[in-house]
Structure formats: C-alpha cells, structure tokens
C-alpha cells in the first residue's frame, strides 16, 4: 500500500504533519506560551472525500516516527506525548483538532 505524504506542517506546531486532504482553518485555534510550557489548538477541515478513519490512520503511522509515542487511543481521540507535552487529535465528523499541552508535572 502508498504510504501517505504530507506536504504542509500545522502552521505553529511546525513538526506535526497537515495529512492530505486536510486544510487549517487559521482563525480557529489559538497560541499561548507559559513557563509550564506552550499550549496551542488548532482546527483542520477535512475535505468531503476524505475518511476519518484514514487522517486517524495517517497520525497513528506518522507521529510515530517523528518522536511522538502514542498513549491512548479512543474512537474519535489519538494522545501522543514527547518531551515533556501532550498532544491531542479529536475528530468530528468533519474536523480535526489538535491540542497541545505541557504534560503535567506531579
């Protein structure tokens, strides 16, 4: 099977891949940096043709790959951590929002 390619990077989270098919909507989402840590939502509209079960595919093969390690995964959410954050794909029936978050210290 192709292995899928992103050509785009969510616009503030630069090594988080835009999977194909996939469009950022850039007034949805927010940037704030702290001492804890940035946290960071952003929003993608994902086109008609486009399956939720193949974006979550996309992530789940490349985030991986690219230092993320996968920690729960639910029907509609994907959580993956690396270097002290957190990151968090929800899906709706026609979006995808990504949530970062610094992982909280006990």
């Known amino acids: 099977a192709p292995v899928a390619v992103a050509r785009d990077y969510l616009s503030t989270i630069g090594d988080v891949p835009l999977a194909d098919g996939l469009q950022e ?22 086109a008609a043709a486009v399956t939720q079960k193949s974006v ?11 230092g993320w390690q996968a920690r729960d995964a639910a029907p509609a959410l994907l959580t993956f951590f690396r270097r002290g954050e957190i990151l968090r794909l929800t899906f709706t029936a026609d979006l995808v929002i990504f949530d970062l978050t610094p992982m909280e210290t006990p």
Do not use: E
């Open 56 to 66: 979550m595919a996309f992530y789940q093969d490349s985030l991986p790959n690219l």
């Open 25 to 46: 909507l850039p007034d949805a989402g927010f940037v704030f940096d702290k001492p804890q840590g940035r946290i960071v939502q952003l929003t993608a509209r994902h």
